[in-house]
């Protein structure tokens, strides 16, 4: 059983968006509280949920798997990096958001893997990539007790968790030497042009984590290094992002169809937000949710 998402939400939506960027960090929390109740509703029966499974030693370095509970041979599987500027942020934004993601895929056949990573100051440029190919590594290595196809591992990140997720998927220098090691890559209102712009409300998180050299910036870039032979790309955001990434979102599209000859698959979705666009997943809205599911199971 799905539920819709109420009028009064969907009212809210409506109210804050033309105006998202305005106040974007309370927008967020507005958005992850709104959707709690929603979600609270859903049924959660037919999967196995994993808790604060460890990759590594630092307390972020960890996270939670969603497995149907009758698993249909080996699955693909789907890890979800969140965002939260690179300062902020946690797979679990509350109780119920970003769990819902995790919760979608499992629904669906598809094991669900909400990854965390250090935060910055702590940790800088590449750490966050480096935490994503651990939590890959992971689950590499724990494939056959997860039911999970090693070679289905899809990763797709929101926001900074993009940034990382994608710096990793295209930057050679940040993976082992046999490549990314994935099927495909989903890019949701991503960071993946680096900028300290007067534009971005979040400059000054972007100079915690890449430093304030501007001139390393490109460089950092996950759109500077995509090429012919990219992994399998989707880039998805929404009518309401926060201030440039859609812009950003868009040069990667256009780098990956001159790269490749051809555009990757794309989905922009109208009435949403930067925060809803993730947070409604496994509501009863599901043309997002479909259009990720059909490049899972078709990845080009």
Same mark, same amino acid.
């Given at each position: ?28 929390? !507005? ?45 693909? !599987? ?86 990382? !997720? ?90 990956? !169809? ?43």
């Amino acid at each position: 059983m799905t539920v819709e998402i109420p009028p009064n939400l969907r009212a809210l939506m409506a109210e804050i968006g033309p105006g998202w960027a305005i106040n974007h960090s309370a927008n967020v929390r !507005a958005m992850a509280e709104a959707f709690t109740p929603v979600h609270k509703l859903i049924p959660k029966t037919g999967t196995v949920v994993r808790r604060d499974v460890h990759f590594g030693p630092h307390e972020r370095q960890a996270l939670d798997i969603y497995s149907p509970e009758r698993p249909k041979g080996p699955m693909p !599987a789907l890890l979800f990096v969140h965002g939260g500027g690179f300062t902020d942020g946690s797979r679990n934004r509350t109780e119920e958001v970003f769990a819902n993601v995790g919760y979608y895929f499992a629904r669906h056949d598809i094991v669900g893997v909400n990854v965390g990573y250090r935060l910055a100051p702590e940790a800088r440029y590449p750490e966050g990539s480096m935490d994503v190919r651990a939590g890959l590594d992971w689950v590499r290595a724990h494939a056959t007790e997860l039911n999970v196809d090693p070679a289905r591992l899809f990763l797709m990140g929101h926001s900074t968790g993009a940034s990382h !997720a994608a710096s990793y998927a295209y930057d050679r220098r940040l993976q082992p030497p046999s490549g990314p090691g994935i099927a495909g890559l989903i890019i949701v209102g991503g960071r993946v042009r680096i900028d300290n712009l007067a534009e971005n409300p979040n400059a000054r998180r972007v100079e915690a984590y890449y430093g304030d050299d501007t001139s390393k910036y490109d460089d950092y870039s996950p759109v500077s290094h995509v090429g012919p032979d990219s992994v399998p790309t989707m880039v998805a955001w929404c009518e309401f992002e926060n201030p440039l990434l859609d812009v950003y979102c868009a040069e990667l599209v256009h780098r990956l !169809a001159v790269a490749k000859r051809r555009a990757p698959p794309v989905c922009v979705l109208k009435a949403h937000n930067h925060t809803s666009m993730v947070a409604h997943l496994n509501t009863a809205e599901d043309v997002f949710g479909a259009a990720l599911r059909d490049f899972i199971a078709n990845p080009r």
